[in-house]
């Protein structure tokens, strides 16, 4: 089957504030590396909601942000700007702590995604990459679109 492009429609370009709030269209998925009892490392998807992991959860997705800022601007990131970031504690509330969904992403293969409006607070060209490349892990699997 072949397809012709008849026409392509340019969208008008987003401005952002420091401070944004987003609706995830799919969900975040935050990693970190972790020793097993049998010496190997394993990853281990962080889940927003276990009060320990939340502040891991926070400062790799600004880690994530921060090198896929260095890889499209092909320098290294120099911002000081404050990073924050937090679901919507009502949307949580509402929905009894429901926001994280163990997904098959290939045969055998699950990781943790957690879904729900999220507010951040960064440095205005952080949040673009964000809403440009994806806020977190596994872009090229459909993780991270927001609205």
Same mark, same amino acid.
């Given at each position: 089957m072949v397809f012709y492009v008849e026409n392509v429609e340019s969208l008008p370009e987003r401005f952002f504030d420091s401070r944004e709030s987003f609706v995830c269209k799919s969900p975040i998925v935050v990693s970190t590396m972790m020793d097993r009892p049998d010496g190997k490392r394993s990853v281990h998807y962080l889940n927003y909601l276990i009060q320990k992991e939340r502040e891991h959860f926070i400062e790799n997705l600004w880690q994530n942000l921060v090198r896929k800022y260095e890889v499209l601007y092909q320098q290294p990131y120099l911002g =000081? #700007?404050?990073f924050a970031f937090h679901f919507d504690? =009502? #949307?949580?509330?509402r929905y009894n702590g429901k926001i994280g969904k163990w997904i098959v992403v290939?045969? &055998?293969?699950?990781?943790? &995604?957690m879904e729900a409006p999220f507010f951040i607070e960064a440095e205005p060209d952080l949040i673009r990459v964000g809403y440009d490349? &994806?806020?977190g892990e596994k872009n090229g699997s459909s993780f991270e679109c927001v609205e």
């Open positions: =000081e #700007y404050p504690p =009502e #949307y949580i509330a290939k045969q &055998g293969i699950k990781v943790l &995604g490349c &994806g806020f």
